[in-house]
């Protein structure tokens, strides 16, 4: 039986792609307050500079293509069971193989209705005042989990983690709660590798951790190489 072997990952893995990670150091996501375009609240008050905001994101995604870390992470599927539970919203890790990749914070290529969460279907093209789902006849908005909504996969992701036999933590500073909590349900006796070339501190951990100050790309052959000669 392969072991289980759970991948957290998040923006900085797409940045090597060319993907914006969106918020920069004043907090501030393509120019705009974070509130403005991730909330529902902003949505409420200016639908079509969300709907914009995110048409943009969702056109520059056919524009990048997997880099190294996606692909090394779906090429250890031929070793590993390998899930991937991602913060991202792209979906570059699907491209590059992987075949099992829950998505925390939604997905560019989804949309949904306004009405009713549950009615989520695959999208490509933008969305704008008065796309309709299909099925509903509502408003679409993008599938993606905005600040002060729920996350739904949290629980599913709680669960995978749980029964990790290897987690690889790559490309997040750990600092976007729910998500950031999910190191706290792995088996004590698991091990932890964390990738990132400006790694930030993992409070009460008790977990054997080894920092990779690397970027995703070259931080992934290594852990790679480090789990096969075990």
């Known amino acids: 039986m392969k072991k289980k072997l759970v991948v957290l990952s998040g923006a900085g893995v797409s940045a090597e792609s060319g993907v914006a990670t969106f918020r920069d150091a004043g907090g501030l996501w393509e120019g705009h307050n974070v509130m403005e375009v991730a909330s529902p609240e902003g949505f409420r008050k200016n639908p079509e500079l969300v709907l914009d905001f995110y048409n943009k994101r969702r056109r520059q995604l056919f524009e990048v293509s997997p880099n190294k870390a996606h692909t090394t992470i779906a090429g250890m599927e031929d070793t590993f069971d390998v899930t991937v539970i991602t913060q991202n919203v792209d979906d570059l890790h699907e491209r590059a193989g992987s075949t099992k990749?829950?998505?925390?914070?939604?997905?560019?290529?989804?949309?949904?209705?306004?009405?009713?969460?549950?009615?989520?279907?695959?999208?490509?093209?933008?969305?704008?005042?008065?796309?309709?789902?299909?099925?509903?006849?509502?408003?679409?908005?993008?599938?993606?989990?905005?600040?002060?909504?729920?996350?739904?996969?949290?629980?599913?992701?709680?669960?995978?983690?749980?029964?990790?036999?290897?987690?690889?933590?790559?490309?997040?500073?750990?600092?976007?709660?729910?998500?950031?909590?999910?190191?706290?349900?792995?088996?004590?006796?698991?091990?932890?590798?964390?990738?990132?070339?400006?790694p930030a501190q993992i409070p009460k951990l008790c977990n054997p951790l080894e920092v990779i100050a690397m970027k995703g790309s070259v931080g992934m052959e290594v852990v790679k190489k480090k789990m096969l000669l075990k």
């Open 101 to 198: 990749v829950l998505h925390l914070h939604g997905e560019l290529v989804k949309a949904r209705c306004t009405q009713c969460e549950t009615a989520v279907i695959d999208w490509k093209g933008d969305i704008t005042i008065g796309t309709l789902h299909p099925k509903t006849g509502k408003q679409l908005r993008p599938h993606i989990v905005w600040f002060g909504e729920a996350v739904p996969a949290i629980t599913q992701a709680m669960e995978i983690v749980k029964q990790a036999d290897c987690l690889i933590v790559i490309g997040t500073s750990l600092q976007v709660y729910p998500a950031a909590g999910l190191v706290d349900y792995v088996k004590p006796d698991t091990p932890i590798y964390y990738i990132d070339p400006n």
